[in-house]
């Protein structure tokens, strides 16, 4: 029986009636001459990540080491490659059928290697969330190149979900309100002491000083973040008023706070961490002070906590997402009085799209700034992620809570005052 060419097997394995066409290192190709996006399988060694890692991993393994290209719609070409309906377990059916069958290339029938830049947990020291691994999977991913992510996140420098006031806003306009819904929510006012943990590139932490008239704190495991955000607040003369500090949130000796804030940090805590990461930032607000935890979700609480796969091995080792209710109830059990909370998702997409096109328009510098393996992850990991927001396979929940000292008396309007 003839061998099915590699396209073939790849385009039965995309679903019903596919937009994409699939070309192959023999010439075959399979799809509608209208097709978007082109899928080019460059090498056997593109199918032997396929059957050695029956998952999107596998296809990300293929991806990134350039053995399997996509020309033409990156967004449309990954929209249909992560269909709803294409499970492992069906993925896995069609290899091991044609294995079975040998109806594939032979060449292809060989373990590869992955891709440099992969990394995953057998790579990382130490025990998971420990302070020395943290440090490590942080550096990681956010110790690549400043200038890199200037390109994808813009002026702003902001790696977390904006909040677009209209469908039209720019994503610098939806990142600066994003921090300013963060300071209304936690009542800023000037004189008032904020920290904000996992502070990034101290976005936060120079708009609550600049426009609100705080002292602010930031801390990060980042170093090169740290350098990057005390530059630019000297540069915006800020330095009697704002700090970003290259330490563990663990570590950070100064209490009372009026209030904290932390955005995107909560994904790198883990389950079994989070209620002495809440009572950390409990211990260090003064009574009725705030605390506003922004991060991204799990749509439920019956799904797998722990990042697999691709995510994982490539974009945030150790990383752990919960459900909304899950963070909500370590919050309360800790002492805290959830006030607020509102769920993001489709901001989050509208942040990954702008991310999305800045890559594209600088993809050239990119890869000249992190080599062509990690500005692939990042195409991948960014698209895939846009998608998974879209769809609802994940979420981004602000929570709001008070220290509620003695007497119930939490310091907060009757109703929110912050607005939209």
Same mark, same amino acid.
């Given at each position: 029986?003839?061998?099915?060419?590699?396209?073939?097997?790849?385009?039965?394995?995309?679903? @019903?009636?596919?937009?994409?066409?699939?070309?192959?290192?023999?010439?075959?190709?399979?799809?509608?001459?209208?097709?978007?996006?082109?899928?080019?399988?460059?090498?056997?060694?593109?199918?032997?990540?396929?059957?050695?890692?029956?998952?999107?991993?596998?296809?990300?393994?293929?991806?990134?080491?350039?053995?399997?290209?996509?020309?033409?719609?990156?967004?449309?070409?990954?929209?249909?490659?992560?269909?709803?309906?294409?499970?492992?377990?069906?993925?896995?059916?069609?290899?091991?059928? &044609?294995?079975?069958?040998? *109806?594939?290339?032979?060449?292809?029938?060989?373990?590869?290697?992955?891709?440099?830049?992969?990394?995953?947990?057998?790579? #990382?020291?130490?025990?998971?969330?420990?302070?020395?691994?943290?440090?490590?999977?942080?550096?990681?991913?956010?110790?690549?190149?400043?200038?890199?992510?200037?390109?994808?996140? %813009?002026?702003?420098?902001?790696?977390?979900?904006?909040?677009?006031?209209?469908?039209?806003?720019?994503?610098?306009?939806?990142?600066?309100?994003?921090?300013?819904?963060?300071?209304?929510?936690?009542? =800023?006012?000037? /004189?008032?002491? &904020?920290?904000?943990? %996992?502070?990034? +590139? $101290?976005?936060?932490?120079?708009?609550?000083?600049?426009?609100?008239?705080?002292?602010?704190? $930031?801390?990060?495991?980042?170093?090169?973040?740290?350098?990057?955000?005390?530059?630019?607040?000297?540069?915006?003369?800020?330095?009697?008023?704002?700090?970003?500090?290259?330490?563990?949130?663990?570590?950070?000796?100064?209490? /009372?706070?009026?209030?904290?804030?932390?955005?995107?940090?909560?994904?790198?805590? %883990?389950?079994?961490?989070? !209620?002495?990461?809440?009572?950390?930032?409990?211990?260090?607000?003064?009574?009725? $002070?705030? #605390?506003?935890? *922004?991060?991204?979700?799990?749509?439920?609480?019956?799904?797998?906590?722990?990042?697999?796969?691709?995510?994982?091995?490539?974009?945030?080792?150790? /990383?752990? #997402?919960?459900?909304?209710?899950?963070?909500? %109830?370590?919050? @309360?059990?800790? $002492?805290?009085?959830?006030?607020?909370?509102?769920?993001?998702?489709? *901001?989050?997409?509208?942040?990954?799209?702008?991310?999305?096109?800045? #890559?594209?328009?600088? +993809?050239?510098?990119?890869?000249?700034?992190?080599?062509?393996?990690?500005?692939?992850? +990042?195409?991948?990991?960014?698209? /895939?992620?846009?998608?998974?927001?879209?769809?609802?396979? =994940?979420?981004?929940? @602000?929570? &709001?809570?008070?220290?509620?000292? !003695?007497?119930?008396?939490?310091?907060? !309007?009757?109703? !929110?005052? +912050?607005?939209?």
């Amino acid at each position: 029986m003839a061998r099915r060419s590699t396209a073939e097997l790849l385009y039965s394995m995309l679903g @019903q009636d596919p937009v994409l066409r699939v070309r192959d290192y023999d010439g075959k190709v399979f799809g509608p001459a209208e097709a978007k996006s082109d899928i080019v399988i460059r090498s056997p060694k593109a199918l032997s990540y396929l059957i050695t890692a029956p998952s999107t991993l596998g296809l990300a393994r293929a991806y990134v080491s350039g053995e399997l290209e996509i020309v033409g719609d990156t967004y449309e070409a990954f929209s249909q490659m992560w269909q709803d309906d294409m499970a492992d377990v069906e993925f896995d059916s069609v290899l091991e059928s &044609l294995w079975k069958l040998r *109806h594939i290339d032979r060449r292809a029938l060989r373990w590869v290697k992955p891709p440099e830049s992969e990394i995953g947990p057998r790579g #990382l020291v130490g025990l998971r969330h420990s302070k020395r691994r943290d440090a490590e999977v942080i550096a990681h991913h956010y110790d690549v190149s400043n200038a890199f992510y200037e390109l994808i996140l %813009g002026d702003s420098m902001t790696y977390t979900c904006a909040v677009y006031p209209t469908f039209e806003a720019s994503l610098e306009e939806a990142q600066e309100n994003k921090y300013d819904l963060v300071c209304r929510k936690l009542g =800023l006012q000037p /004189g008032m002491r &904020l920290l904000d943990v %996992g502070c990034g +590139w $101290g976005g936060m932490v120079r708009h609550a000083a600049k426009h609100y008239g705080v002292q602010a704190i $930031g801390v990060t495991l980042s170093r090169q973040q740290a350098e990057w955000a005390s530059k630019r607040i000297a540069d915006d003369g800020l330095n009697d008023v704002a700090e970003v500090r290259h330490m563990d949130y663990r570590d950070v000796p100064e209490s /009372g706070f009026d209030a904290v804030s932390s955005i995107g940090l909560t994904e790198h805590i %883990g389950y079994k961490a989070l !209620p002495s990461y809440f009572t950390s930032l409990y211990n260090k607000l003064r009574p009725q $002070g705030r #605390l506003l935890n *922004h991060c991204i979700t799990r749509p439920t609480t019956t799904e797998e906590i722990k990042s697999v796969g691709f995510i994982d091995r490539y974009v945030f080792p150790d /990383g752990e #997402l919960e459900a909304v209710g899950v963070i909500a %109830g370590v919050m @309360q059990d800790v $002492g805290f009085e959830v006030r607020h909370e509102e769920n993001l998702r489709e *901001h989050y997409a509208m942040t990954l799209a702008g991310w999305c096109e800045n #890559l594209e328009a600088h +993809w050239e510098a990119c890869v000249a700034e992190v080599g062509i393996e990690r500005a692939r992850v +990042w195409r991948l990991y960014m698209n /895939g992620s846009r998608l998974g927001f879209e769809r609802r396979g =994940l979420e981004l929940h @602000q929570v &709001l809570a008070v220290k509620v000292p !003695p007497g119930g008396n939490a310091g907060v !309007p009757l109703r !929110p005052d +912050w607005g939209v």
